[in-house]
């Protein structure tokens, strides 16, 4: 099938970190996302033949496709992390009602009760060990990644509230805040150790040019617990990955959905974030952000995942255009959703958002 792009364009990931760190208004457009649901990435990939040439049982074909995915829709980078790095936790699973059905249903976090609440939990849990995680995916990103693309590092590390609140439960952990700070403490603190280890065994390889950690805080109107249990528990581990981050020499990237408006301060002088990214209208608008934190740190996506889901392509397009006209200058701006490229966005919808992000004359202002 044609391409469903305008123009053509080369990734370039110099200038994508600089946009990040706000250095100069881009020569054009670059986009981000957390990451592109699997059956997003199969559905395009099928759609324009990106992998017609696929071996049976190609070890890299995995690694292939996301090399080949990410340059057609015309990014700057692939994301990787460390390899067989997770850690049990309770889910549930129910059937899949989006437009790009998932096969075995959509899974979400038992919010009741987590494999960890109380002290022998705590003691016998099958904590991860990043020295026993794989770094093969890194490594041959390493060799055979594009001189004109980067690698972000994200996936599997710096979720000190999402994993509290996984690990307890989030019922259970509301209890223990008052109940059991003692056995919250001792978990955040484990997590710290585990994600500097993490962290170290990522800067080590050299395409890692950015280092994104993940961790949602809050919900529509605020935090999921107090400011000042976030400062306690959760801010220190993300000022940490930030140091380790800024000592190697790149930026650190945050997401996190949720109202945080009562720690954002925090995140960008104490923490030091160099970009936020995760916003939703409900919350705040990517675009009423510019000129205020918007001066001080890179506002990463923004265009609605809600709106995506209901707008048309006439209407999709006006809005990133509306989005870039208010972003782009000074840098500090790249385009991408508000969340993440879901399974239940319209593809269609999805790609008219990247295409209207390459026609958009950055000099020009159209």
Known sequence: MKSPFDREIKPDWKEFVETILRKKTPKRVHGIELFLDAEVQAAIAKRYGLMQDWKPNDPVKGMELQIRLQRFLGYDYVRAGLDGFSMPLKRVAVEDSALLKREGGRTFQDEHVGPITNWEEFEKYPWADPAKAGTQTLEWYEKNLPEDMCVIASGGFAHFAEYLCWLMGYETLCYALFEQRDLVEAISRRLEAIFRSSVKIMLQFDRVKVIWGSDDMGFKTGLLFSPADMRRFVLPGHKLMAKMSHD?????????????????????????????????????????????????????GGVDVDFLCRADEKQVRARVRETLRKCMPGGGYCLGTGNSVTNYIPVDNYLAMLDEGRKFGVSAGK
Do not use: Q, W
């Open 248 to 300: 190697a020499g790149r930026p650190y990237l945050l997401h996190a959905c949720g109202n945080l408006s009562d720690i954002m301060d925090d995140l960008i002088n104490d923490v030091k974030i160099d970009g936020k990214h995760s916003f939703e209208d409900t919350i705040e608008k990517v675009t009423d952000l510019k000129d205020t934190y918007g001066k001080r740190i890179a506002l990463l």
